[in-house]
T-cell receptor
């Protein structure tokens, strides 16, 4: 059974720091992996999607990497800003299914 | 394009009542997903539609839950005989085949008293 884990559960950093969020999964048979952010009480916003054949994707200050063999993905946020404060979730699509499995998220707080 | 919309945004009901939620996806999106999210957890997959066909349904979904997507446009999620454990945020997302990026609606927050 696929399990998705995100560590740490919460993170507080001063503005301007570069930071890395981690996502681990137990079964490498995935189709793709997405990173989302969720603001309190709101829906999710897709940040980056990595196909299983790709190693990384970049958008602005965000870079996501995927290493299927080790069951890991990381989201790198450069020069963090208070507006980056949110919960960050990773989700993967299991191979051969239409089912996305989400991690429990990392709550990020960037202090001004 | 106004994004994914969900209605209602909030619903309070008494245990044992039936509730129905609606999701309107982005117009050209043929894929539609329903999720349930409780406090402090990530969204939990409920069901998936491709056009009007329901192609996958979570085994966690009891017989009290049913979803439809007539004509491959909007979708409804019905919960019969609600229980307090059904209290959660119900999220809808849509995407287009081949592009995969999911666009989420704002959710419907359900409270069962």
């Amino acid at each position: 059974k696929q399990e998705v884990t995100q560590i740490p559960a919460a993170l507080s950093v001063p503005e301007g720091e570069n930071l890395v969020l981690n996502c681990s999964f137990t079964d490498s048979a995935i189709y793709n992996l997405q990173w989302f952010r969720q603001d309190p009480g709101k829906g999710l916003t897709s940040l980056l999607l990595i196909q299983s054949s790709q190693r990384e994707q970049t958008s602005g200050r965000l870079n996501a990497s995927l290493d299927k063999s080790s069951g890991r993905s990381t989201l790198y946020i450069a020069a963090s800003q208070p507006g980056d404060s949110a919960t960050y979730l990773c989700a993967l699509l299991e191979g051969g299914t239409y089912k996305y499995i989400f991690g429990t998220g990392t709550r990020l707080k960037v202090l001004a | 394009d106004t994004g994914v919309s969900q209605d209602p945004r909030h619903k309070i009901t008494k245990r044992g009542q039936n509730v129905t939620f609606r999701c309107d996806p982005i117009s050209e999106h043929n894929r539609l997903y329903w999720y349930r999210q409780t406090l402090g957890q990530g969204p939990e997959f409920l069901t998936y539609f491709q056009n009007e066909a329901q192609l996958e349904k979570s085994r966690l979904l009891s017989d009290r839950f049913s979803a439809e997507r007539p004509k491959g446009s909007f979708s409804t999620l019905e919960i019969q005989r609600t229980e307090q454990g059904d209290s959660a945020m119900y999220l809808c997302a849509s995407s287009f085949s081949g592009l995969e990026t999911q666009y989420f609606g704002p959710g419907t927050r359900l409270l069962v008293l």
